[in-house]
C-alpha cells in the first residue's frame, strides 16, 4: 500500500515510552501498526453496532438487564486479558 507522509502531534509522553519501546527500529512503522490496529478495533466496533441494529430491528429492543449483563462480561474478559499481558 502506499505510503503517506504527514505532520502529526502527539503526547510527549506516549511518544517518549513509544521511542524506548521501539528502539532502532522505525517509529513511523511503529505508528502506522498501531493506527491499523485502531481502525480494525473501530470498524469491528461499527459491525458490533449495525449487528446489535438489526437484532432490535427483527427481535425489539435489548432489556437493559441484558446490556448491563453483556457489559459486566466484556469488562470481566478486558479485564483477563489486562492481566496477561500485564504477567
Known amino acids: 500500500m502506499a505510503k503517506e ?3 502529526l502531534t502527539l503526547d510527549g509522553g506516549n511518544l ?4 524506548s519501546l521501539v528502539g532502532s527500529r522505525s ?9 491499523a490496529a485502531h481502525v480494525a478495533r473501530v470498524k469491528h466496533l461499527a459491525a458490533v453496532d449495525e449487528w446489535l441494529e438489526e437484532l ?3 427481535h ?3 432489556p437493559p438487564e441484558t446490556l448491563e449483563w453483556a457489559g ?6 478486558a479485564r483477563r486479558g489486562k ?3 500485564a504477567g
Request: hydrophobic residues 45%.
Open 5 to 7: 507522509k504527514v505532520t
Open 60 to 62: 425489539g429492543p435489548i
Open 72 to 77: 459486566q462480561l466484556i469488562d470481566d474478559w
Open 83 to 85: 492481566r496477561r499481558k
Open 27 to 35: 517509529l513511523s512503522a511503529s505508528v502506522d501498526r498501531a493506527i
Open 16 to 19: 517518549a515510552a513509544l521511542r
Open 56 to 58: 432490535e430491528d427483527a
